[in-house]
T-cell receptor, first 110, second 110 residues
Framework: SQQGEEDPQALSIQEGENATMNCSYK?????LQWYRQNSGRGLVHLIL?????REKHSGRLRVTLDTSKKSSSLLITASRAADTASYFC??????????FGKGTKLTVNP | DVKVTQSSRYLVKRTGEKVFLECVQD?????MFWYRQDPGLGLRLIYF???????EKGDIPEGYSVSREKKERFSLILESASTNQTSMYLC?????????FGSGTRLTVV
């Protein structure tokens, strides 16, 4: 199992703006997952993108994956105050285990 | 809706006590996990289980044990609680589509 590294560590934007978070990893993967964690709660699975996919959408979320650069990005469009949370990426290779990084802390100001 | 339920949201225990944290999933998942989350350290894997009566150590198993007697239940045991085990504990189960987390148990050891 391997750990993804999210960047930036913290991001503060105004409501209505777009938020972009990046993730880098080191070795080949089967898929990469993004999770959200509201303060003091468990993580919520947002989206899974497989290694043979380049882009995936879910509502206001857009995830891209570039396996040649070993990187992924999560874009939240038209952000809302309710999007304030920490966001984690989790690259998954041959193991069932996921190793989580420290996440990106997103603050959306009303 | 699929669920992972952790028995307590908040727990206060005394040093030296034996503490049981319970986790139940209703999705018939084979894989279950226990993480702890601390500020600045992110999520760290304590133990995981691929099947009933099967367990494997994660990255920080010292001071903990686990029990999986039934597929739906994965218990984390603190044999003799210490103050450095004060933390947020997160349980998860997984499928091919990703992890489902419980809401977390915030344990304080005094």
């Amino acid at each position: 199992s391997q750990q993804g590294e999210e960047d930036p560590q913290a991001l503060s934007i105004q409501e209505g703006e777009n938020a972009t978070m990046n993730c880098s990893y080191k070795t080949s993967i089967n898929n990469l997952q993004w999770y959200r964690q509201n303060s003091g709660r468990g993580l919520v699975h947002l989206i899974l993108i497989r290694s043979n996919e380049r882009e995936k959408h879910s509502g206001r979320l857009r995830v891209t994956l570039d396996t040649s650069k070993k990187s992924s990005s999560l874009l939240i469009t038209a952000s809302r105050a309710a999007d304030t949370a920490s966001y984690f990426c989790a690259p998954q290779g041959g193991s069932e285990k996921l190793v989580f990084g420290k996440g990106t802390k997103l603050t959306v100001n009303p | 809706d699929v669920k992972v339920t952790q028995s307590s949201r908040y727990l206060v225990k005394r040093t030296g006590e034996k503490v049981f944290l319970e986790c139940v999933q209703d999705m018939d998942h084979e894989n279950m996990f226990w993480y702890r989350q601390d500020p600045g350290l992110g999520l760290r894997l304590i133990y995981f289980s691929y099947d009933v009566k099967m367990k494997e150590k994660g990255d920080i198993p010292e001071g903990y044990s686990v029990s999986r007697e039934k597929k739906e239940r994965f218990s984390l045991i603190l044999e003799s609680a210490s103050t450095n085990q004060t933390s947020m504990y997160l349980c998860a189960s997984s499928s091919l589509f990703g992890y489902t987390f419980g809401s977390g148990t915030r344990l304080t050891v005094v």
